[in-house]
């Protein structure tokens, strides 16, 4: 963390709480040119996947299947 964050930080504990939430909101808030620029990106990510399913690189496995293959994961990570 950066000397100047970690001032904003100290600052915006100053404020109360209402203030905070609004702080919080308009810095997780992003321009119109930076909304276009994700939209894009994820149009791109969703196209590859699709050509990816539709050329049978990859196959799609059910919502129940994804679920018992995450649980496998995290119990073997347990171990």
């Known amino acids: 963390m950066t000397p100047r964050l970690a ?5 915006g ?7 905070r ?7 997780q ?7 276009a ?9 969703i196209d590859r996947r699709a050509g990816e399913i539709m050329s049978g690189e990859v196959e799609p496995v ?9 649980r496998a994961l995290l119990a073997a990570r347990r171990q």
Not at 29 to 35: K, R, S, V, Y
């Open 62 to 70: 059910d919502g129940e299947e994804t679920r018992r293959m995450a």
């Open 37 to 45: 620029d994700a939209d894009a990106a994820w149009d791109d990510e």
């Open 7 to 11: 001032d904003y930080i100290a600052e």
């Open 21 to 27: 939430e609004i702080a919080a909101l308009a810095l």
């Open 13 to 19: 504990k100053t404020l109360s709480a209402d203030e």
């Open 29 to 35: 808030q992003i321009g119109h040119a930076e909304q």
